[in-house]
């Protein structure tokens, strides 16, 4: 994850050179929707590590009202 992230800082820092250099502005927005993508990309893994390890946790500890509740959570950050 921390050299997904990096890259995805080196893409950050390479956008702000796009802007400041007056690139095209198609060649930013391109470049902007590879950052989301890659972002994207991290959250997903984030939350399939959260679902497959965190909570599997704690439904084996009795917790499954706090299981389900994040469940729930996830689902609504990710539909924003």
């Known amino acids: 994850m921390v050299r997904r992230l990096k890259i995805i800082e080196g893409q950050v820092r ?6 400041e250099n007056d690139t095209y502005c198609i060649d930013v927005i391109t470049q902007t929707s590879a950052v989301k993508s890659a972002l994207s990309g991290v959250e997903d893994a984030l939350m399939e ?3 497959g390890s965190c909570l599997v946790h704690q439904i084996k500890n009795g917790k499954e009202k ?3 509740g994040e469940i729930l959570k996830v689902y609504r ?4």
């Open 14 to 19: 390479g956008l702000q050179e796009m802007l």
């Open 49 to 51: 590590n959260h679902l």
């Open 66 to 68: 706090e299981a389900t």
């Open 77 to 80: 950050l990710k539909r924003k």
